[in-house]
């Protein structure tokens, strides 16, 4: 895997649930993709001992860590501290291309 | 600190070197900003037993990761696994605009 790459290469579609493309991995940290397209959903979950992070590409969506609530769009940067709950839900017209961050992973 | 922030509100500026600003910190996970003006660089640096990855916000800038050079502008992703060797240049003529990953951090 080359240590270069662009997110439009990575980005894509389910129609039963949130797209996932991985963009690099390691036991430290995971950097991937995920789409959501228009109505779909990540239920609110937690990860135990790991931290993640979502960079909004493209996009809407509500956010939701602990208990606070935010819709937010580019360049928005959404932290979910270890332990925290967090989900999010693509309320707008167009896809939502999400840069995830995972730490440690695995 | 919120876990709610936005890019933009990070962005700066230093005559002397790179300006970095720090959106997330934990024992796993760094997440910053690094501005660089036009002609500023980072010089290749490496970091022991810790991963890193840039995401081209705004900007361009020329990148080396191992001997691997690359230019690249807005939405690319850069990865430096954990001891090769790393840095970027800024040979645009406009602010370079990073989001930069380091697990673990500390």
Chains 1, 2 share one sequence.
């Not at 709950?85 to 992973?105: Q, S, Y």
Request: glycine residues 14%.
């Amino acid at each position: 895997m080359s240590n270069f790459t662009h997110f439009a290469e990575h980005v894509g579609a389910r129609p039963d649930k949130v797209y996932k493309s991985t963009l690099f991995e390691s036991g430290r940290l995971l950097l991937g993709l995920n789409c959501l397209e228009p109505g779909q959903a990540q239920a609110p979950h937690t990860h135990d001992g790991q931290d993640k992070f979502y960079f909004v590409i493209e996009g809407e969506g509500d956010f939701l860590v602990g208990d606070e609530a935010q819709h937010a769009g580019p360049g928005s940067v959404v932290c979910a501290p270890a332990g925290v709950e967090h989900g999010v839900k693509n309320t707008a017209g167009t896809r939502l291309v999400l840069l995830v961050g995972i730490a440690p992973w695995r």
